[in-house]
């Protein structure tokens, strides 16, 4: 069993920033990619980035390229969400998550373990 706990989320006005974490129990953290989805009510899951076992493969939601940014640090067992230019629409529980298979990371039934979750809120 993998534990992933997220933190940094929050209430933020529009055009700020927050970064979120993810640390994970894994002892082989290093060698799974990792992604973050989000969750508005009503919505679906949605895939928002992920990074690979080597920290320069990243992949970006359309929605969120030029103001996200995922990142990793092995040594720490954590990955890392960047956002900055915050909207309204980016309002969510934001979720991460370790991939499966680590060949494809936009569709959220290729990760097996996923944390609790982190409340993001973007003021207008």
């Known amino acids: 069993q993998i534990l992933l706990v997220e933190s940094g989320g929050g209430l933020v006005q529009a055009g700020g920033s927050l970064r979120l974490s993810c640390v994970s129990s894994?002892?082989?953290?290093?060698?799974?990619?990792m992604g973050w989805f989000r969750q508005a009510p009503v919505k679906d899951r949605e895939f928002v980035a992920a990074i690979g076992r080597l920290p320069s493969r990243t992949f970006l939601a359309d929605s969120v390229i030029g103001r996200f940014t995922i990142s990793r640090d092995n040594a720490k067992n954590t990955v890392y969400l960047q956002m900055n230019n915050l909207k309204p629409d980016d309002t969510a529980t934001y979720y991460c998550?370790?991939?499966?298979?680590?060949?494809?990371?936009?569709?959220?039934?290729?990760?097996?373990?996923w944390g609790q979750g982190t409340q993001v809120t973007v003021s207008p």
């Open positions: 894994s002892r082989a953290f290093g060698a799974s990619g």
């Open positions: 998550a370790r991939s499966r298979t680590g060949t494809s990371y936009y569709n959220s039934t290729l990760y097996d373990y």
